[in-house]
């Protein structure tokens, strides 16, 4: 454990008692923090149970103003970003004048398409700049934005439009990642074949990587852009009118539309951006998760650009062209506070530091962050040791798509535990709850006696709805354990109150800290031409956290091979994306089903994770033998354990 500071902090400890004892003085005062054109009525309203819960009501805002143009009678030549490309060559720096001019144009280019306040447009670009500034254009407007990652597949890409019911898309020509270039334009004209919303298809040059264009369809960025006014007024927004759409996966079903709203979001993640990365005038920093992820709207665009920060903004991928690209170009903009997931830190450490570290300085660094999964402990050390050469603090920051942001983090000026994420940060109240009764928990608890956390009231930052199905809203959250919010994860507290998160307690995997869905990896399984049926579960990964073992049987006639699995694995990565990488498939005769027909997946875990004496009771299996077969035929992959926590 790192050593106690001397300095101890009141600051945090002090707001967060005011915030629980009066909750909404506290966040009345904290709304403050952003510009209003109207102020708010009412703090706070509604309840869990009712699903109904509403922040800051009758205020009257825009996001992209608070983000942008409030800044420029200060900040006006501040820079807002410096892109850098994948390729070290290409680079640029914008200022928060510029940022203002293209994000007003490219306000103006929707609008000449037709796009309304409360349309739902579809974003799928690479680390652009026109990525922020898309989004801070529909955010200027009033459109929803639904921002889709930039590495799925046209079947992930089709899902997500047409539960939206998107009219637009935005995307580019192309992105690079890693030296190779991404069909960004290819993806969509394959998925726009499956949604019929869709109306117009606006593409921004990039990469240049186009096999096909329609007139009546695609639309030429630049070109409109050079004919529109340069100036957008802005559209006075509700505090609850939804400012966004994103996409993640649950253990059952089709992924979930987390909606989120104008003033709660906006508020909860500059201020939490502000606190937590002890953000001062001048600092430059960077958070290297995609913008198609809730780290990357919270962290890349709202927060730190409501807080006028300068950013970072990264193509790239952490090692390419060399090893110490990362810490390059932490050097080359002085980065001083700099947020990542533990994934990163482990395929760096990897690589060895003679590769990674050896040649540049990070002398810069004051705050390291972390987020997605539970750091183990080694890397937990590494980044504290020798990326920060043991004077940064250690943020490893719990939250969700859900929270909108950070719920669960260390106060930088504490001492911090690794692999702890240790206080809940203002307004927000856990509980650990016995994952069987619903008690909660009271005491001090270790990691073989964690339950489930839950959160017993709302924050302004919590999402609203899912798009188009508050009953699966209420029943995922709000229903499993009633009067409180359920975000699917295990956790326990220890004897100093301090909070360790065990993982999800669902069937949902953490790949790389991305979240994939079960359900959603199974349909696109079966749906190779050979397979009859299929059911996958997480593996420990060291890198990766985990990876895929997947269980499946094959349509009647179909013979096994090593070229077969092959082939499934290249079909997922195709049709789902390259973050769903299984690691390995095992041909089975049936699947573990209950009479009534349903998969057991705590056994289809336990034997893939070698446990088989944790097995437990089977006696609901429709046909006992079944057990035995899948342990007799299990893959010899030896699993890696995660390091010690
Ligand atoms: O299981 C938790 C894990 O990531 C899940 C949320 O995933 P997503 O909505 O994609 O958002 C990721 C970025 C905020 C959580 O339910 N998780 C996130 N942060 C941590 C974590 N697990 C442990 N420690 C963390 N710091």
């Given amino acids: 454990m790192q050593k106690r500071k001397l300095q101890m902090s009141e600051g945090w400890l002090t707001q967060y008692q005011r915030s629980i004892d009066d909750n909404a003085t506290f966040w009345a005062k904290k709304s403050e923090i952003i510009d209003w054109i109207k102020p708010w009525n009412t703090v706070t309203s509604g309840s869990f149970q009712e699903g109904n819960v509403k922040w800051f009501e009758e205020g009257i805002l825009n996001v992209s103003y608070n983000c942008v143009d409030r800044h420029l009678s200060k900040y006006a030549d501040r820079i807002a970003f410096y892109w850098e490309g994948d390729n070290p060559k290409h680079s640029q720096a914008l200022s928060y004048q510029a940022l203002y001019d293209r994000v007003n144009r490219f306000a103006n280019v929707l609008k000449t398409l037709g796009v309304k306040k409360g349309d739902v447009v579809c974003i799928y670009l690479p680390m652009i700049v026109e990525a922020p500034v898309a989004m801070l254009a529909c955010a200027r407007i009033g459109a929803v934005h639904s921002v889709i990652f930039g590495g799925f597949s046209p079947v992930a890409i089709a899902d997500r439009v047409n539960d939206a019911k998107c009219t637009f898309i935005i995307t580019a020509d192309g992105g690079y990642r890693g030296g190779k270039s991404?069909?960004?334009?290819?993806?969509?004209?394959?998925?726009?074949?499956?949604?019929?919303t869709v109306e117009k298809v606006l593409v921004v040059e990039h990469a240049h990587n186009i096999n096909n264009w329609n007139d009546k369809i695609d639309?030429?960025?630049?070109?409109?852009?050079?004919?529109?006014?340069?100036?957008?007024?802005?559209?006075?927004?509700?505090?609850?009118?939804?400012?966004?759409?994103?996409?993640?996966?649950?253990?059952?079903?089709?992924?979930?539309?987390?909606?989120?709203?104008?003033?709660?979001?906006?508020?909860y993640a500059a201020t939490t951006h502000k606190q937590i990365f002890d953000l001062k005038d001048g600092d430059v920093y960077w958070c290297t998760a995609d913008v198609g992820w809730i780290t990357g709207h919270s962290y890349v665009i709202y927060g730190p650009l409501a807080n006028a920060t300068t950013n970072v903004l990264f193509e790239g991928v952490p090692s390419y062209?060399?090893?110490?690209?990362?810490?390059?170009?932490?050097?080359?903009?002085?980065?001083?506070?700099?947020?990542?997931?533990?994934t990163a830190i482990r395929a760096l450490q990897a690589e060895g530091d003679d590769a990674v570290l050896a040649n540049t300085k990070r002398d810069s660094l004051r705050i390291l962050g972390t987020v997605g999964e539970p750091i183990n402990r080694e890397a937990w050390h590494?980044?504290?040791?020798?990326?920060?050469k043991g004077k940064c603090s250690i943020v490893d920051t719990w939250w969700q798509t859900e929270t909108g942001g950070v719920m669960i983090s260390p106060d930088h000026t504490q001492y911090q535990k690794p692999g702890s994420a240790m206080y809940p940060f203002w307004g927000i109240e856990p509980a650990i709850l016995d994952k069987n009764?619903?008690?909660?928990?009271?005491?001090?608890?270790?990691?073989?006696?964690?339950?489930?956390?839950?959160?017993?009231?709302?924050?302004?930052?919590?999402?609203?709805?899912?798009?188009?199905?508050?009953?699966?809203?209420?029943?995922?959250?709000?229903?499993?354990?009633?009067?409180?919010?359920f975000p699917g994860d295990g956790a326990y507290r220890d004897k100093d109150g301090h909070y360790w998160i065990s993982g999800r307690l669902d069937d949902v995997i953490s790949i790389a800290g991305h979240r994939i869905g079960t359900a959603e990896i199974e349909s696109v399984i079966d749906s190779h031409e050979a397979v009859a049926e299929t059911a996958v579960v997480g593996i420990p990964d060291a890198i990766k956290g985990?990876?895929?073992?997947?269980?499946?049987i094959l349509e009647k006639g179909i013979t096994p091979s090593e070229l077969l699995k092959q082939d499934i694995m290249e079909?997922?990565?195709?049709?789902?994306?390259?973050?769903?990488?299984?690691?390995?498939?095992q041909w089975v005769p049936m699947l573990p089903k209950t009479r009534s027909g349903k998969i057991m997946r705590r056994i289809l875990r336990k034997i893939a994770h070698f446990e088989e004496q944790?097995?437990?009771d089977t006696s609901t299996l429709a046909d006992a033998n079944c057990v035995k077969n899948l342990i007799a035929n299990r893959s010899d992959y030896r699993i890696v354990k995660k390091g010690s926590q």
């Fill in 614 to 616: 944790q097995i437990g």
């Fill in 571 to 585: 079909w997922v990565r195709k049709t789902y994306g390259p973050i769903a990488s299984i690691k390995v498939i």
């Fill in 219 to 267: 639309v030429h960025y630049y070109k409109l852009a050079q004919q529109v006014d340069v100036f957008c007024p802005i559209e006075p927004m509700n505090a609850e009118d939804p400012l966004f759409i994103l996409y993640t996966s649950g253990s059952t079903g089709k992924p979930k539309g987390v909606v989120h709203t104008t003033a709660g979001y906006l508020v």
């Fill in 321 to 342: 062209p060399q090893k110490s690209r990362f810490f390059d170009v932490v050097d080359k903009y002085k980065v001083n506070i700099f947020y990542t997931a533990p």
């Fill in 437 to 485: 009764t619903a008690n909660e928990l009271k005491g001090a608890l270790t990691a073989h006696d964690y339950g489930a956390i839950v959160i017993k009231r709302p924050w302004p930052g919590m999402m609203r709805t899912l798009w188009g199905d508050h009953k699966r809203y209420m029943d995922s959250y709000f229903n499993v354990y009633l009067g409180y919010y």
């Fill in 382 to 388: 590494w980044y504290h040791d020798k990326v920060g």
């Fill in 546 to 552: 985990e990876v895929i073992y997947a269980y499946v």
């Fill in 182 to 196: 991404i069909p960004l334009k290819t993806n969509v004209d394959e998925a726009i074949k499956n949604c019929p």
